[in-house]
C-alpha cells in the first residue's frame, strides 16, 4: 500500500523547491498583500483616507492667516414720489464699487478673529438736483477684532474634532487592510481544505480501486464473500461521488479567491498553496489586547469623535443660555472727499466698536431646553461609546481565548492525523492479506477521514481566528 500517502505531507508540499513542481506557489503573505494592493476594497480604503487627509489640510490651512482681496460693485435706484422734495425722496440713480483687503487670524486662544486692512469705496450719484454728485471714501489701514460669542472658543473644539477625525482616517485605513487580510485568509483556507479534501477523496477511490481489484481477484477463488465484494463496490461509488463533490467545492472556493485577488481562477489553480507552517505564538494578554483593541478601532474612535462634537454643542447650548455678548471693535484711518488723492491725503483716525448684549428675557424656556437637550445628548453619546467598548471587550476576550484553544486543537489533530494514517495503512495492508474484516477497515477509513477533517477544521479556525485578532488589536 505504497501509494497511499501520508497526510502529513501536504503541510510539506509548499516547501518544495518550484523546480520540483514546474509551476508555481502563492503563499498567504502574497495574497495578503495582493489584495491590499489591488482589491476594490483596498482603492476604496486610499481614496477615502487620501480624501480625509485633504480635508484636514485644508482645516490646518483655513487656521492661519488669510488674505482677501473683495470687489462688490453696486447700482441701484431710488424712485419716489415727484410731488416732495427731500433729497432723500428724490429721484436718482447710484452706482458704487467697494473694494477691500484684509488679512484675517483667527486667535485660536480666545475663539474670535483680528484682521488687519485697507478698503476703498467709490459711491457716483445720477441727478442734477443732488449736490455731491462723486464720492470716495478711503481706509488706507484699519486693524480690528471680532468675536459672536465672548467666553465660547469654537476653534478649540474644531481642533480636537479635527485631529480625532483624522486619526480615525488613518485608524479605518489600517483597519480596511487588516479586514481585507482577514478575508483573504477566510477565503485561502477555505481553498486549501478543499483542495485537501479532494486529495484525501482522490486517495481513498485510489485505494477503493485496489481493494476492489484485489477483492475481485480473491472472489474469483472464493476468497472473499458476495457481501464483501459488493461492500468495496459501494465503497468505491462512494468514494467516487465523495471526490466529485470535493472538486465541486474546490473550485467554487478557487473561484472565490481569484474572484478577490482579481487573478484568473485558472492561472490560480496552477498554483501550490503555501502557509505558516508553525501556528504564530501570541504572548498578548486580554488586558493588554482589550487596551490596543480601543486605541484602534475606528468604530470605537468614531464614537469618540462624535462625545466630542456633543460635549461641544453642550458647551455652546450652556453659554446661550445666559447672556450673549457679541464684540467687534477696530480702529483705522479714514477719510472722505470727492476726489479720490484727498481722500487718502487727509486721513483722520477713527475708532469704532460694537459691543451687543442678548439676553434671553423670556424665550418660553427654548435656551434652557436646548441646553438640557445637549445634555441629555452627550450623555446618550457617552453610554453608546461605553457599550462599544463593552463589545469590543468581549469580541477580544472571546477572540484570544478561541485562537488558543485552536492553537491546541491544531497541535492535537495534527498527532491525531498521523496516527489515523498509520492505523489506516496497517488495516488496508491487512485487509489485502486477508488478516482482517471489511468493518474493520472501513472503520479504519472512516476514524483517518474524520481526524483529517478535524484537522483541516482546526487549521483554518485558527488562521482566521489569528488574522480577526489582528484586526481587532492591529498587531504585527
Known amino acids: 500500500m505504497k501509494h497511499i500517502i501520508n497526510i502529513r505531507l501536504l ?33 476604496q480604503s486610499h481614496h477615502e483616507y487620501d480624501s480625509y487627509t485633504l480635508r484636514y489640510d485644508e482645516f490646518l490651512a483655513l487656521r492661519k492667516p488669510q488674505l482677501n482681496l473683495r470687489v462688490a460693485p453696486n447700482y441701484y435706484r431710488l424712485v419716489s414720489d415727484l410731488s416732495r422734495d427731500y433729497i432723500y425722496l428724490r429721484n436718482y ?21 483680528a484682521y488687519v486692512g485697507t478698503q476703498a469705496i467709490w459711491s457716483e450719484y445720477f441727478s442734477s438736483k443732488v449736490a455731491d454728485v462723486r464720492q470716495f471714501m478711503a481706509a488706507p489701514l484699519l486693524v480690528g477684532y471680532r468675536q459672536t460669542l465672548l467666553g465660547y472658543n469654537p476653534y478649540r473644539w474644531e481642533k480636537a474634532v479635527e485631529d480625532q477625525r483624522i486619526k480615525v482616517a488613518r485608524q479605518q485605513h489600517q483597519y480596511d487592510l487588516n479586514s ?46 458476495m457481501a464483501e465484494l459488493r ?27 481569484a474572484s478577490y485577488l482579481r487573478l484568473d481562477g485558472d492561472g490560480l489553480g496552477a498554483m501550490h498553496l503555501q502557509f505558516p507552517q508553525e501556528p504564530k505564538p501570541i504572548s498578548l494578554t486580554a488586558a493588554e489586547a482589550i487596551d490596543l483593541t480601543l486605541a484602534n478601532n475606528p468604530a470605537y474612535q468614531h464614537q469618540i469623535t462624535t462625545v466630542t462634537e456633543s460635549r461641544h454643542q453642550e458647551q455652546k447650548a450652556q453659554k446661550e443660555k445666559g447672556v450673549n455678548v457679541s464684540l467687534d471693535v477696530n480702529v483705522g484711518l479714514q477719510q472722505v472727499n470727492s476726489v479720490l488723492g484727498r ?77 489515523a494514517d498509520e492505523v489506516f495503512e496497517l488495516n488496508a495492508e ?40 489582528h484586526t481587532l488589536t492591529g498587531i504585527d
Request: glycine share 4%; with cysteine.
Open 343 to 419: 481722500a487718502y491725503s487727509d486721513q483722520r483716525l477713527y475708532a469704532l466698536g460694537a459691543v451687543t448684549l442678548s439676553v434671553p428675557l423670556m424665550d418660553h424656556g427654548a435656551a434652557k431646553s436646548r441646553h438640557a437637550a445637549a445634555q441629555a445628548w452627550v450623555e446618550r453619546e457617552e453610554n453608546a461609546l461605553d457599550e462599544a467598548g463593552r463589545k469590543l471587550s468581549e469580541d477580544v476576550t472571546t477572540t484570544l481565548h478561541n485562537i488558543n484553544i485552536y492553537r491546541q486543537l491544531l497541535e492535537q489533530t495534527t498527532q491525531a492525523v498521523a496516527m
Open 180 to 225: 481585507i487580510a482577514e478575508e483573504v485568509t477566510r477565503r485561502f483556507f477555505r481553498l486549501v481544505c478543499a483542495k485537501s479534501q479532494a486529495d484525501m477523496f482522490r486517495r481513498n477511490l485510489q485505494t477503493a480501486d485496489t481493494l476492489y481489484a484485489i477483492a475481485r481477484e480473491k472472489a474469483s477463488i472464493l476468497m472473499v464473500t
Open 93 to 113: 440713480d447710484n452706482l458704487s464699487a467697494a473694494a477691500s483687503l484684509t488679512l484675517t487670524q483667527k486667535m485660536l486662544g480666545l475663539g474670535g478673529e
Open 11 to 43: 503541510t510539506l508540499f509548499s516547501m518544495l523547491p518550484l523546480s520540483s513542481w514546474g509551476q508555481k506557489t502563492l503563499s498567504l503573505d502574497q495574497a495578503i498583500r495582493h489584495a491590499q494592493d489591488s482589491s476594490i476594497i483596498a482603492f
Open 430 to 469: 491487512n485487509y489485502a492479506n486477508g488478516l482482517c474484516d471489511i468493518n474493520t477497515y472501513t472503520l479504519a477509513q472512516n476514524r483517518r477521514d474524520e481526524a483529517y477533517n478535524q484537522y483541516l477544521s482546526a487549521l483554518e479556525k485558527y488562521w482566521t481566528t489569528y488574522y480577526h485578532l
Open 231 to 257: 461492500s468495496l463496490e459501494l465503497q468505491r461509488i462512494n468514494a467516487a461521488n465523495a471526490l466529485a463533490m470535493a472538486l465541486t467545492a474546490e473550485e467554487d472556493a478557487r473561484t472565490r479567491l
